[in-house]
């Protein structure tokens, strides 16, 4: 049986910082689902999901571990879809730390204890990048390319 985890968010604009959550997390599965919330989100001007979804699949072309899929509703019920008993992410700060940790204690209750929540903290020097902070920057005019991955 492979072992699947799952990376669930927004990505909207998939950062350095998510793809260094993909490349440290890869390591510990057969197979990594990036789960792309949809398009029904209550965020302004949100970039559509296609498009979102277009660039990470373009940036892991050659991995055949890695699969790109829009998701809807909670996240344990995407894992659930994906046959994946385990859910990965990315802590940048206590705060980050602390709502990852209450949402990881929903996820084991509701779910029995059949996904279980990975954090990976942000590496040195990554911490500050957010897809908000980025977006902020670009409406502002500001080049955001040393935040974005290139591979």
Do not use: W
Request: proline share 5%.
């Amino acid at each position: 049986m492979k072992k699947t985890g799952v990376f669930v968010g927004t990505f909207d604009p998939f950062t350095i910082g998510h793809d260094s959550i993909v490349r440290r997390a890869l390591p510990l599965f057969d197979r990594l689902v990036i789960g792309v919330v949809g398009d029904h989100v209550q965020k302004p001007n949100i970039t559509p999901a296609e498009e979102r979804m277009q660039a990470i699949c373009h940036l892991y072309a050659d991995e055949p571990r890695i699969e790109v899929k829009p998701y809807y509703g909670l996240a344990v019920d995407f894992a659930r879809a994906e046959n994946a008993h385990f859910i990965v992410k990315g802590v940048r700060s206590t705060k980050d730390f602390e709502y990852e940790r209450e949402q990881a204690d929903i996820n084991r209750l509701i779910t029995n204890g059949e996904i279980e929540t990975i954090l990976l903290y942000a590496e040195p020097g990554l911490s500050s990048i957010s897809s908000s902070m980025i977006r902020e920057l670009q409406h502002f005019g500001q080049d955001v390319s040393a935040f974005l991955p290139h591979h």
